[in-house]
């Protein structure tokens, strides 16, 4: 089993920027792709960022391309979220997930979640 632990949600103006953490333990074969999923209130949990460690992949969601990056320490098996230019519509509980093969935008493709961390962006 892995298990997720994510860090640095929080409250930000419009404009702001904010980083993300998810550390993954356990074996590492099983998260060689970590990601992150947002899901506001009301709607359904959306794709933001994957990265795989295999072959350097990423995925971005349409919505969050260019503004946000996502790199990974492989040494820690830390993934980052660094989210830039962040909109009211940002507002979400971001999750973590890991899966042990390549990069997928669909959840349900992913074995293992965080609890997720809040973030909330004000206009």
């Known amino acids: 089993q892995v298990q997720l632990v994510e860090s640095g949600g929080g409250f930000v103006q419009a404009g702001d920027s904010l980083r993300l953490a998810c550390t993954a333990s356990g074996p590492r074969d099983l998260s060689n792709t970590m990601g992150w999923f947002r899901q506001a209130a009301g709607k359904e949990r959306e794709f933001v960022a994957a990265?795989?460690?295999?072959?350097?992949?990423?995925y971005y969601g349409d919505s969050v391309k260019g503004r946000f990056a996502i790199s990974r320490d492989n040494r820690k098996n830390t993934v980052f979220l660094q989210m830039n230019s962040l909109k009211p519509d940002g507002t979400a509980m971001y999750y973590c997930?890991?899966?042990?093969?390549?990069?997928?935008?669909?959840?349900?493709?992913?074995?293992?979640w965080g609890r997720g961390t809040q973030v909330t962006v004000s206009s």
């Open positions: 990265k795989s460690q295999l072959c350097g992949t990423i």
């Open positions: 997930a890991a899966r042990e093969y390549g990069v997928t935008t669909r959840d349900d493709e992913y074995e293992f």
